[in-house]
């Protein structure tokens, strides 16, 4: 089934650590640019950090940069973000999705995982 499948979430406190992974089923995963969007109740979805095909460039938005570091491993088509000093304001839904476009805009995305909860509570 041609999908994007994400897992990872959780409830962690301020300062904490979580690695979001992206796991991608029934297309040919390095022929594309992988980006993490994230979205809070009531706003936009925001995207956050996207991977070349082959994992040589990445870009952050920078509320997250510093923080959180994405990579990839085409030989398990699997993306991974990996979430460092996690704030309060991180608290959102996770999503990882496809596309061939080097931007952080989602509507350049064409496939979308169904969402990681990301809860950064005390």
């Known amino acids: 089934q041609l999908q994007l499948v994400e897992s990872g979430g959780g409830l962690v406190q301020p300062g904490g650590s979580l690695r979001l992974s992206c796991a991608a089923s029934?297309?040919?995963?390095?022929?594309?640019?992988i980006g993490w969007f994230r979205q809070a109740p009531g706003k936009e979805r925001e995207g956050i950090s996207s991977?070349?095909?082959?994992?040589?460039?990445?870009r952050y938005a920078d509320s997250v940069k510093g923080r959180f570091t994405i990579s990839r491993d085409n030989a398990k088509n699997t993306v991974y973000l990996q979430m460092n000093s996690l704030k309060p304001e991180d608290t959102a839904t996770y999503y990882c999705?496809?596309?061939?476009?080097?931007?952080?805009?989602?509507?350049?995305?064409?496939?979308w995982g169904q969402g990681t909860q990301v809860t950064v509570s005390s």
């Open positions: 999705a496809r596309g061939k476009m080097w931007t952080l805009y989602p509507q350049w995305y064409d496939l």
């Open positions: 029934e297309f040919t995963f390095d022929d594309y640019i």
């Open positions: 991977i070349s095909s082959g994992g040589r460039s990445t």
